[in-house]
């Protein structure tokens, strides 16, 4: 699984720019023609979509983190932390993109599940970096 956290990991990355490019450029006209000149909820919105974004990206770069680490050594907690970063990424930053879109309050009472994940997730990384052995060192014969 560890060259799919690093595919996984690279695609999420290249969806992240692609929709923090929206949120900075084709969002804001949407949101207006939505809620009209309420500045505030329009700028609320796209404070959402950048959260959503910029923890999208910090999170594929662990699960590309996570395919590293897995292929130096594979671990149980670094494969684990994977699916912790991937189920955050669809909690909280998916969550956050639909409830800019869709305008549905009940979707930011699950988002905090998604914050958790990624917790989960980096404290599981963290777990398995310590427990990566160092190849025995090489000693030589006289």
Known sequence: MNRHWIFLGCLLAGLAVGLGAFGAHGLDDRLTAVHGENSKLVDQRLENWKTAAAYQMYHSLGLILVGILTLLRPSKFAGIAGFLFLTGICLFSGLLYALVLLEKPFLGAIVPLGGLSFIAGWICLAWASC?????????LKD
């Open 131 to 139: 427990c990566i052995s160092r190849p025995p060192a090489v000693q």
